[in-house]
């Protein structure tokens, strides 16, 4: 059984008189891959920015306003961000949704810059600058201006530059957003690398083959609840049908159907017929011409739709 690496009990976070963060509760074990899944606005990145100490979580009850620590925690290895911001720091590496290089520097530069937040030493950094760039695969743009790079050779580069210190956590924000296809495999190769050598990830991310991939555990929030969590394989046999039929043109005069085994859903310019019985999903699709339609498994997208009653990248 893993260690706990990462424990949030009850959390809450208000802004003005919103509760951003409502009565949130998760265990991430060390070394595993946690995914954070939501809706643009479910909490995802405020509460990534409460574990490592950059926003500070509500400390009372909010019921009658005494101080209520003992039934609230957040725990990472240990440490709790109220009072250890800096030693979770130290320990955890950390990639925004959006990259904050210095844009004249080059690539060895920005990163000998940023070994210092760390207290390495030059000769301290320069070996471990090498490694970092070797394992992401940019070596041969160590002297290449940041301005110079593409928009996944930054992507990658802020990995490279949160792995200078060798951290226990990982913690990425929607790490391959407006990534390629190829760039997107690429990290996620070197992600399952790095959760092999024990290293602890948690990440948010609205690409429902991304969570699908590398997350060995997730939960799914909106408006600051937890909704569900599990593996992604549990959450789709748990709340979904197996089998989809995705009418992708509208105008195919579906009316619905009385067939106790079906569901369906009409989301945006799309209806969607879920069914355990594939018999009755292919009679139904035989009323469609080809390429009206997609016939399907279920995915973690459909679990989404259905408990959130949004897609994911809404």
Excluded at 129 to 137: A, T
Excluded at 154 to 175: G, Y
Aim: hydrophobic share 35%.
């Amino acid at each position: 059984m893993n260690k706990v690496a990462i424990k949030v009990k009850n959390l809450v976070k208000k802004y003005n008189d919103s509760t951003i963060i409502d009565n949130l509760s998760f265990e991430v074990p060390e070394g595993i891959c946690f995914g954070i899944l939501g809706p643009n606005g479910a909490g995802k990145t405020t509460t990534m920015e409460i574990l490592y100490g950059k926003v500070q979580r509500e400390q009372t009850n909010g019921t009658n306003g005494h101080e209520a620590r003992e039934s609230k925690e957040v725990s990472v290895f240990g440490y709790d961000p109220l009072d250890n911001e800096l030693e979770i720091k130290f320990i955890t590496g950390i990639i925004p949704q959006e990259d904050n290089f210095d844009v004249e520097l080059s690539v060895f530069q920005n990163l000998l810059i940023y070994s210092k937040f760390y207290g390495l030493s030059k000769k301290q950094a320069l070996p471990r600058i090498e490694y970092v760039l070797e394992f992401i695969d940019l070596t041969q743009k160590k002297d290449s201006r940041i301005r110079e790079l593409s928009g996944g050779m930054k992507r990658r580069l802020l990995i490279a530059r949160a792995l200078l210190n060798d951290p226990k956590l990982l913690i990425l924000d929607e790490p391959t957003t407006g990534l390629d296809p190829q760039v997107r495999h690429h990290i996620w190769n070197k992600l399952r690398i790095l959760k092999k050598e024990g290293v602890t990830i948690l990440l948010t991310t609205h690409y429902m083959e991304e969570a699908y991939q590398i997350c060995d555990s997730l939960i799914i929030m909106d408006k600051g609840k937890k909704i569900s969590q599990g593996t992604p394989i549990e959450l789709i046999e748990k709340n979904i049908e197996k089998y989809v039929l995705e009418i992708i043109k509208n105008n195919s005069k579906f009316k619905g159907d009385n067939s106790p085994v079906l569901r369906v859903e009409t989301s945006h310019d799309r209806t969607l017929i879920y069914s355990d019985n594939l018999d009755e999903i292919k009679r139904i699709s035989n009323d469609f011409s080809p390429g009206d339609y997609y016939l399907r498994q279920s995915n973690l997208e459909d679990v989404f739709l259905k408990i959130t009653g949004k897609r994911f990248n809404e």
